[in-house]
């Protein structure tokens, strides 16, 4: 059973779910070549099943962003598709807690194990659209994390590096993940949300 500690102190318990055998953990965006992005990724059992039913049409998802903070350093992972430094991410997949998520991704992505602490903001991407045409849209949850051990590296090949970085030292990002950064890195106040459409650029 896994613990997470809630921001008000108090522990919710969850089971750590079954390791999905598709896991599509990358959903922030890449050049923009027009209205939404093209790249190619794995997909998720559930979205295919999914996308033989509405084809290739706009698909709303959920995904989560793991912060890991360790005192004045931050876990990063190199995109292998992008070459961008970015949080851990992941998918959600269905009726999983977020959190849940992010302890599965973190150990999947990057070998080390986390406490999912509190949620810091809420953010909707710009669409993407994938090299086979398909299209899709996430609202993501990023949550400030603690690392709590293991060696971070490269797992199942979604990343091409794993590294810490000194708080006041870390590479180029995105505005979206950096936004997602900054907000993670406070450490009072409610999570932040946007009370307007949001216009992103250029990841990486």
């Known amino acids: 059973m ?59 998802l959920a995904g989560a962003t793991a912060v890991v903070v360790d005192g004045d350093r931050i876990l990063l992972i190199r995109r292998s598709d992008t070459g961008a430094w970015t949080p851990i991410t992941g998918i959600i997949d269905p009726g999983e807690e977020p959190a849940v998520t992010l302890v599965r991704e973190a150990l999947e992505e990057a070998n080390v194990n986390i406490e999912v602490q509190w949620l810091t903001s809420t953010w909707v991407t710009r669409r993407i659209r994938y090299e086979n045409g398909d299209e899709a849209q996430y609202l993501d949850l990023t949550f400030r994390c603690r690392y709590l051990g293991g060696d971070p590296r490269p797992v199942d090949g979604e990343a091409s590096e794993v590294a810490w970085f000194p708080l006041d030292a870390m590479p180029p990002m995105g505005d979206e993940m950096t936004a997602r950064v900054q907000h993670a890195l406070r450490e009072e106040g409610p999570a932040y949300f946007s009370r307007e459409p949001l216009s992103w650029t250029a990841e990486g």
């Open 2 to 60: 896994q613990k997470f500690r809630m921001r008000d102190g108090s522990v919710a318990a969850g089971g750590k779910g079954e390791v999905a055998r598709g896991i599509w953990s990358r959903f922030s965006q890449t050049a923009d070549p027009g209205p939404c992005d093209d790249r190619g990724m794995p997909i998720p059992d559930f979205v295919r099943d999914l996308r033989e039913k509405i084809g290739r049409a706009p698909l709303w």
